[in-house]
Structure formats: C-alpha cells, structure tokens
C-alpha cells in the first residue's frame, strides 16, 4: 500500500473502534495514533501516560503537554513495576513484565471509563526487533493500529509531519531500565544516576544519545556527527565534573555511537532462547 492508502486504513479502523484509550508516552509513534483517533473518535478519546521511576520526568511533562496542544483528554496513572523482583531483576524479558503491569492498569481505566479499546503505538518495524513487551500487550488484548495499518516507522514521521504533529522528529526514547545491561539488577539509584546524567547532556544540547549505566562507568552513546563536539575540553571537563557529582568515577564515550537497541544486540547474537516470552 502506498502512504495515502495506508492512513486511510488506519483511519477507517479506528472510526470503527467507537471509543478508545490510548498508551500514550509523547512518543511520535502513541502520537500519531492519538492524533488520528481523536480526528475520528472526538471525546470518545482518552490518553493515558504512565508515570514511574524508570520513565523520565522531562518526558512526562512534555507528554503532558503535547496532549494539551493536541486538545485530548489526558491521564497520569502511577505503574508500580519497579516494585515486581521479576523487572527488578533485569532478564532480557524485562518489557514484558513492565508491559503487563501497565496494561493492568490501563485496562482499569478504560472499564471505568468505559472504553471499548486499548491502542498501543507499536508499529511494524517493532516487529522484527527484540519487544517481550508486544507478547505482553498481544495477551491483555491490546490494539496495534500502526502495524495493522502497514506502517513502519519512516510512515509515522511522514504522516506526523504532514499532519503538523510538533514531536515528528522526536528520537526514539526507551524506558531508563534499558540503559542497565540485562542480568544487573535494577535499583531506583540507578535509574536517577540515568535520568540525571542524561539530563545533563540534553542541556549542552545533545538530542540524540543514552548514558549506559556499567557501575562506577557511565558509557555514553551520541550520534557520530556529535562525538567531535562532546570532546572538545570545554564540553568534557564540565561532564566529568557533573557526572562524579552524580555518582559515576569514569566517563567513557562510545566511539560506535548512538545505535537503539543496543543491548539487545548481545541476545540476537547469542540467540538467547529466554529473550522472548512466546
């Protein structure tokens, strides 16, 4: 299908919802599906966005925000998986345990205001990666509108900016826990340090990049065009000062760059069979 005709199916399967919740985390993939089933649906429409530790603040207040300039009804619902010994734990199915909780709860919220569906904003390029969440979000029942449409991720910035969605460019944004290996335990400690140094770097300027936490070690990862500015003195000698501030004893930058789903890259390698729920 061509573009056209793909947003013409996704807005013709979403008319047909009748009423709908949306996972909405302020990503351009939940904004996309958002935007067009508020176009469709109107106030039979809710966001809902989760808030924990292992979800940044800076990305809660412009989820919120984003829903306001879109005109939707918008909810902040806590998720407690930060408090499961299994996401703690840190397996390479982490997503799922995390997907489950949020689904639970967002299925609370859609029976109270009685919501006939959950939308999720996966979309078919999520599909050929490492997601235990998907299994997650396919066993609550969950709706993926974007990949049934036949959208892939260059389809949704296309459509997001024909459509005046401000956040089209937006990177992706993984939840903090990606940031921590897989088999190193999760603490609440860990996940600040994260969110802090990151912070950190958006303020400098960088838009693109993850602080991969190694325990003493924070390894950062910025795209390539970006690297020969991070090293100029002036730039690293306030990140090493800020980053031992924070709690790290050494600084690395990765000279590969930035890369999503870099820690998953171990488990298609090793062909881990526990990677995957299912």
């Known amino acids: ?58 990305e809660l207040e412009q989820a919120a925000r984003l829903a306001r300039t879109l005109g939707v009804d918008h909810k902040i619902i806590a998720t407690c998986e930060t408090s499961s010994p299994d996401y703690l734990k840190n397996p390479v199915n982490r997503c799922y345990f995390c997907k489950s909780e949020l689904y639970d709860k967002l299925s609370s919220v859609a029976s109270e205001h009685k919501l006939a569906h959950i939308l999720n904003g996966v979309n078919k390029d999520d599909l050929g990666d490492h997601r235990p969440g998907i299994s997650a979000g396919k066993e609550a029942g969950v709706l993926s509108p974007l990949a049934d449409a036949g959208f892939d991720k260059q389809d949704v910035r296309d459509v997001a900016k024909e459509m005046g969605l401000p956040n089209w460019e937006k990177p992706a944004m993984a939840c903090l826990s990606s940031r921590v290996p897989y088999g190193e335990v999760i603490t609440m400690e860990k996940l600040s340090m994260i969110e802090q140094a990151e912070g950190f770097l958006y303020s400098l300027g960088f838009n693109q990049l993850r602080v991969r936490h190694h325990g003493d070690i924070a390894r950062i990862e910025l795209l390539q065009e970006d690297i020969s500015r991070f090293m100029e003195k002036s730039v690293t000698d306030r990140v090493q000062q800020e980053f031992k501030k924070i709690g ?27 990677s995957n729920p299912e």
């Open 1 to 58: 299908m061509v573009l056209a005709q793909k947003r013409e199916h996704l807005e013709s399967s979403l008319q047909k919802l009748g009423s709908a919740l949306v996972a909405f985390s302020g990503g351009v993939d939940s904004t996309l599906v958002l935007a067009v089933a508020y176009s469709v649906l109107g106030k039979n429409v809710l966001a809902v966005t989760a808030q924990s530790e292992s979800l940044p603040q800076r």
């Open 248 to 274: 790290f004893k050494f600084v690395a930058v990765d000279i590969e760059g930035f890369r999503s789903g870099r820690m998953n890259e171990s488990i298609k390698k090793n062909g881990d069979p526990s």
